[in-house]
Structure formats: C-alpha cells, structure tokens
C-alpha cells in the first residue's frame, strides 16, 4: 500500500510539474499566414467602376482564404519597402485598423506580415450591427481609426476629417477589389461606434468607422 501512495504522489508531482511548465498559446501560434495576393491581371479597372454595386445579399457560399487576402491587401496592403500601402494616408502615418469577422473567429489583419491575428475565437458578426446584411455575410470587414494618435499632429477637427478620408479611401479598394473578384459588398456606415468597439473588444483608442459585408452576390 505504501508503495502505491507514493507512486501516485511521484505521478501527482509530475502532472503538476507539467501544467507549471506548459506555456500558454504563443502570439505566432494565433497568426494565420495569408496566400501572396496577386499583383497582375484581374478586370481592369474602368469595369470595375463601371460595375461596381452595393450588394446586400448573400449566398451561403464561403469566401476563400485567397479572396481574403486579395481584399485586405487591396485595402491596407504594403506596397514599398519602406512600408507605403494600397490606400493613401495623410503623411503616411496610416491611422487605420482592419479586422476579419467570420464564422471560426474574429481576426486583426498585420499589413506587414500579410498575415492575419486571432484575436477571439468566435462568431462576432451579429454583434458588430444590428443590420442583417453584416449578421448574414459570409465575412465582415471592419475599419476603424485612430482619431486620438491623428489629433497629436493637428488639431482635432483636421484628424477626424483625414482619418474618415483614409477610411474611405481604404473602402472603396475594398469594394473595387471585390467587384474585381465577382464578389458582392456594400459598406456599412450605420452603427454606434462605442457599441462595435465593445462588441468587437477594440482597445481604447481605436474607434469603427465603416463595416464590409462581402460575399457571393444571390441572384
């Protein structure tokens, strides 16, 4: 009897010493590498814009991986070496924060590793609005800004007005690159930033500024 008390202390110690040393889910463990997105080729732009439409319903097709990525590089995607993007930023100091609502999780897009951040591993879609369109869409995109690192370098006023305009600038290569992918989307502007950042669990100072909704256009 002895000699099974202590064996099982021997196995209790060992299990305990194995949960003290077992680390937490690293930071690269939670990144998801992108597919390159293409740089060549797709429709060419004035069809794009010829045809380009807010598209508010969806089929219940997924969104690839690949289709992502074009769409986020398309938005924020780093063309230089020195870090210059797809959409214009006053300065170049790129204000702007994009997220990836979809059914496995919530994700933060890292424009520098063309890479994708898990940041909660949920369905967050019906939260972010009360619009049925974001409930519904295969994948929602958010954008949102940071009116108080802008307000450091003019005045209040000016950053709110050149954040928006970053914003929309990021918007609308999101919709053409949609369009360009025989995609649907619309952007969303009719929510209650605080209520968003809640939901989604931004961290201060980053405010929502538009909502994506992209998916396969029902007929």
């Known amino acids: 009897m002895r000699r099974i008390l202590i064996s099982i202390f021997v196995l209790l110690a060992l299990a305990a010493t194995t949960m003290a040393v077992t680390p937490a889910v690293s930071t690269a463990a939670q990144e998801v590498a992108l597919p390159k997105p293409s740089l060549t080729g ?3 732009l004035n069809e794009a814009l010829a045809t380009r439409r807010s598209v508010r319903l969806f089929t219940a097709e997924k969104v690839t991986l690949a289709e992502i990525s074009q769409l986020l590089w398309s938005a924020q995607g780093v063309t230089s070496a020195n870090g210059q993007r797809t959409a214009p930023s006053a300065h170049a100091q790129y204000y702007l924060h994009v997220y990836v609502a979809q059914a ?3 994700y933060e897009y890292l424009p520098a590793k063309h890479a994708l951040m898990l940041l909660a591993a949920k369905d967050l879609r019906a939260l972010l ?3 049925e369109t974001v409930k519904k869409a295969p994948v929602v995109f958010l954008i949102a800004g940071e009116y108080e690192r ?4 003019t005045d209040h006023a000016t950053a ?3 954040v928006n305009l970053e914003a929309g600038h990021a918007t ?3 919709l ?3 369009t360009g992918l025989k995609l649907g989307a619309v952007p969303v502007g009719g929510i209650v930033p605080a209520d968003t950042a809640k939901a989604a669990g931004l961290p201060a100072g980053i405010t929502p500024i538009y909502l994506v909704p992209v998916g396969h256009p029902k007929p």
């Open 104 to 106: 496995d999780g919530f």
């Open 129 to 131: 609005s009360t619009q």
């Open 160 to 162: 709110e007005r050149l």
């Open 172 to 174: 609308q290569n999101f």
């Open 150 to 153: 802008a307000a450091k370098n």
């Open 42 to 44: 797709g429709i060419a």
């Open 176 to 178: 053409l690159a949609a």
